[in-house]
């Protein structure tokens, strides 16, 4: 089993900067994929980016590329999701994902086996 505890979010004005955290605990395996996730009120659930425990298979959303930058540590086991350049669509609930087909960070989708409380972000304009 594993856990994942997501911090970081909170308010700032449009044009500002954010780092979310993601730390897993319990049981992972050598290799893994990792995921961020958003979700605003009213809309449907939204892969932001993602990539391997071991640093590939970096994905990222058309609407964040170039203003955000996924990494992780894996000595610490810890996500980092450093979102630069914020606008107010980036308003939303996020969540880190995690699960241990690593294939999923190539493949795409959402059915990750353990996901983070959330936490939110809110940017104002």
């Known amino acids: 089993q594993v856990q994942l505890v997501e911090s970081g979010g909170g308010s700032v004005q449009a044009g500002g900067s954010l780092r979310l955290s993601c730390v897993a605990s319990?049981?992972?395996?050598?290799?893994?994929?990792m995921g961020w996730f958003r979700q605003a009120p009213g809309k449907a659930r939204e892969g932001v980016a993602r990539?391997?425990?071991?640093?590939?298979?970096?994905t990222y959303a058309e609407s964040v590329k170039g203003r955000f930058t996924i990494s992780h540590d894996n000595a610490k086991k810890t996500s980092y999701l450093q979102m630069n350049s914020l606008k107010p669509e980036d308003t939303a609930v996020y969540f880190c994902a995690a699960d241990v087909r690593a294939s999923l960070c190539y493949t795409g989708g959402d059915e990750y086996a353990y996901w983070g409380q959330g936490t939110q972000v809110t940017v104002s304009s």
């Open positions: 990539m391997t425990n071991t640093g590939s298979g970096t």
């Open positions: 319990g049981s992972t395996s050598s290799t893994y994929c």
